[in-house]
């Protein structure tokens, strides 16, 4: 019979690379060891940010007459035994969280309840990427195992009650997971939430004119317009791909995004310069890095990161404004690339209903809950409830403002 077991690791750097990325096998960049590890050798993620990492491993061991499922909690010294005795079949990544900070479904009010009534809010544990809003895998399981699937998806939720109850958290979050996990999340007594995001969908097309020949009449003139504003400034653009990005590139990059951040949020952004100098080592293929030039100076950058399939814009900052320049650098020139290199999907990062009227489509994202602390548990339900149906009229309504033939 199979014994699983399963432990938790206080940093990415603890498990082998080749075995983390071998489960979390697809080509989305942000789970692979190589991305969350930049975020924790920077110390971006750490317990001073109010990130702890907390990375949830199942090994497998037959072992004769014995069908038990084990949980450890401090696995340190027993750690190497284990690389060595059993096979890693499964993963979850995780963090202990202080706060709310750089998650994108945000739960303030919940926070906010917890601690008018004298109960503690935080700390709580989320699986999710640091800061990145993209939706992926957030629980993998081996090939080799998935006839299990569903005894280990039992085991990962009764670990995280386990060091819920250990460390005194109050719920457990899996936020931005895929369509799939989170029907599978749900039915372990999750509750279920949804968001909105805004996604551009490639259906083929030859060239950008190919694309603005499905639009409307107006609105194809509209973004003519925008782009051929930012072209009679003068401002021309060059795509950057892993290692061809060089210092000098990451510390203009750098001081974009800090600029950009304080303008927007009055502060200078969740990442540091170490972080952006380190991905091109981490995980060279998956980064491009598209630069604005006006009269020989680099006036503004974007960051991406793509898969097999999608693109996915995180980053802009700019030294000055510019008509149109973001929209440019974070719209146009990502749907040209997609269409270029025929990538399916452009997710251009979180919010921006203005992203209708450019060609990108609403989408669900999802997102799953497990409450330790039974309080708020019947409310909280009930606002998701209402949330929900919320997202699915506006998902009727906001096909009247995209800007597609079709869609008349």
């Given at each position: 019979?199979?014994?699983?077991?399963?432990?938790?690791?206080?940093?990415?750097?603890?498990?082998?690379?080749?075995?983390?990325?071998?489960?979390?096998?697809?080509?989305?960049?942000?789970?692979?060891?190589?991305?969350?590890?930049?975020?924790?050798?920077?110390?971006?993620v750490s317990k001073e940010t109010g990130w702890i990492a907390q990375h949830l491993l199942i090994y497998k061991k037959e072992k004769e007459n014995s069908n038990q499922n084990s949980i450890q909690l401090n696995p340190q010294s027993q750690l190497l035994n284990l690389k060595h005795q059993k096979s890693l079949v499964a993963a979850m990544p995780a963090y202990?969280?202080?706060?709310?900070?750089?998650?994108?479904?945000?739960?303030?009010?919940?926070?906010?309840?917890?601690?008018?009534?004298?109960?503690?809010?935080?700390?709580?544990?989320?699986?999710s990427v640091p800061f990145?809003?993209?939706?992926?895998?957030?629980?993998a399981v081996a090939n080799s195992e998935l006839e299990n699937y569903n005894q280990l998806i039992k085991l990962m939720v009764n670990a995280?009650?386990?060091?819920?109850?250990?460390?005194?958290?109050?719920?457990?979050?899996?936020?931005?997971?895929?369509?799939?996990?989170?029907?599978?999340?749900?039915?372990?007594?999750?509750?279920?939430?949804?968001?909105?995001?805004?996604?551009?969908f490639n259906r083929g097309y030859a060239n950008?004119?190919?694309?603005?020949?499905?639009?409307?009449?107006?609105?194809?003139?509209?973004i003519s317009k925008e782009r051929a504003q930012v072209h009679n400034n003068g401002i021309c653009f060059s795509w950057l791909s892993g290692e061809q990005i060089s210092s000098l590139d990451w510390q203009q990059f750098f001081q974009f995004y800090q600029l950009t951040y304080m303008r927007r949020s009055g502060h200078q952004g969740y990442l540091n310069l170490s972080f952006f100098q380190n991905l091109p080592a981490k995980i060279s293929e998956q980064v491009l890095l598209l630069k604005a030039t006006k009269d020989d100076r680099v006036v503004g950058c974007a960051l991406y990161f793509k898969s097999d399939t999608h693109l996915y814009g995180r980053y802009w900052?700019?030294?000055?404004?510019?008509?149109?320049?973001?929209?440019?650098?974070?719209?146009?020139?990502?749907?040209?690339?997609?269409?270029?290199?025929?990538?399916?999907?452009?997710?251009?990062?979180?919010?921006?209903e203005h992203k209708l009227l450019r060609g990108f489509e609403p989408v669900v994202n999802y997102g799953n809950y497990l409450f330790f602390e039974q309080t708020y548990k019947q409310s909280i339900?009930?606002?998701?409830?209402?949330?929900?149906?919320?997202?699915?009229?506006?998902?009727?309504?906001?096909?009247?403002?995209?800007?597609?033939?079709?869609s008349e």
């Open positions: 019979m199979s014994e699983y077991i399963a432990h938790f690791v206080t940093s990415i750097n603890d498990i082998d690379e080749d075995s983390w990325n071998t489960l979390f096998s697809s080509s989305y960049p942000f789970t692979k060891h190589g991305f969350l590890s930049a975020l924790e050798d920077s110390h971006v202990i969280k202080l706060h709310s900070y750089g998650e994108y479904m945000f739960d303030w009010s919940w926070a906010d309840a917890f601690l008018a009534k004298g109960i503690e809010y935080y700390p709580k544990l989320v699986s990145t809003p993209a939706t992926g895998q957030r629980f995280c009650k386990e060091i819920a109850h250990r460390v005194s958290l109050s719920n457990m979050q899996w936020l931005f997971v895929d369509k799939q996990g989170s029907l599978e999340l749900a039915n372990e007594d999750t509750l279920q939430r949804t968001d909105i995001q805004y996604h551009w950008f004119d190919d694309f603005l020949a499905t639009l409307k009449s107006r609105k194809r003139k509209n900052g700019s030294t000055q404004e510019f008509d149109f320049l973001h929209f440019e650098a974070c719209y146009y020139q990502g749907i040209e690339y997609c269409i270029k290199h025929g990538l399916q999907v452009f997710d251009a990062g979180a919010q921006g339900a009930q606002f998701l409830r209402q949330e929900t149906e919320h997202h699915k009229e506006y998902l009727k309504n906001a096909k009247n403002y995209l800007p597609y033939k079709h």
